[in-house]
């Protein structure tokens, strides 16, 4: 089960540093703890502040990475591959209405560093035709949501879910996934299950161990 934690350091209380200082510890956490993805997703910050802010979110993981180095877990910046290139992050999650994962992937691609071969691209979808176009441009896997539940938005449920698995691309689960449902967004043909609260407001070695089963 692939699992992806979406930051909002928001959520957190306190005044901006500390806010700030949360979210590195929560991300250090999250990649000590195993979690294949981390979605830097602070939407509200100037390219200045999310490029400062990406820098040691990348240190964080890389101190912090759990074992085997096959497990790393790896850091997406949230629509910017540019401040992704820049801040030596692991790839972008781009929008619905950003680029496409090819031009994000031969932005990449075009970076004379050899090590941005391996950039993933990730891809936002909210119906199947979307999941399908995430395939055709050869994203490395969607995030389908909502699947339970979203404020304003009519939830796809589990037979939406199951629509979207059908296209040839890996499909994580994201809106209302707990660990009482993941195992059913699995069952209906996810790769895995993605999630803001999921994870920031938990234990994450616990959440882990109880959604890998150990």
């Not at 090819?102 to 035709?129: I, M, Q, Y």
């Not at 399908?132 to 539940?149: M, Q, T």
């Not at 698995?165 to 195992?183: I, W």
Request: with cysteine.
């Amino acid at each position: 089960m692939l699992l992806y934690y979406i930051t909002d350091r928001t959520q957190f209380p306190g005044a901006e540093p500390e806010r700030r200082a949360r979210l590195l510890d929560k991300i250090a956490e999250a990649a000590r703890a195993g979690v294949d993805f981390i979605q830097l997703r602070e939407k509200d910050l100037s390219a200045r502040d999310l490029e400062s802010l990406a820098r040691d979110a990348v240190r964080a993981v890389r101190d912090h990475v759990a074992r085997p180095p096959s497990a790393a877990t790896r850091l997406l910046v949230n629509h910017r591959p540019d401040i992704a290139l820049a801040a030596g992050a692991d790839g972008v999650h781009l929008r619905s209405e950003d680029i496409s994962a090819a031009d994000a992937r031969a932005l990449f691609s075009r970076n004379e560093r050899l090590e941005t071969r391996n950039r993933v691209v990730a891809v936002s979808c909210h119906t199947s035709p979307d999941v399908a176009r995430a395939a055709a441009d050869l994203a490395d896997f969607a995030v389908f949501a909502p699947v339970f539940e979203k404020a304003g938005r009519t939830a796809a449920g589990l037979e939406g879910l199951r629509r979207a698995c059908a296209h040839k691309v890996p499909v994580l689960a994201l809106g209302g996934v707990t660990a009482e449902n993941a195992r059913s967004c699995l069952a209906a043909g996810a790769a895995g299950v993605a999630g803001i609260r999921l994870f920031q407001e938990n234990n994450v070695r616990e959440v882990v161990n109880r959604l890998r089963g150990r």
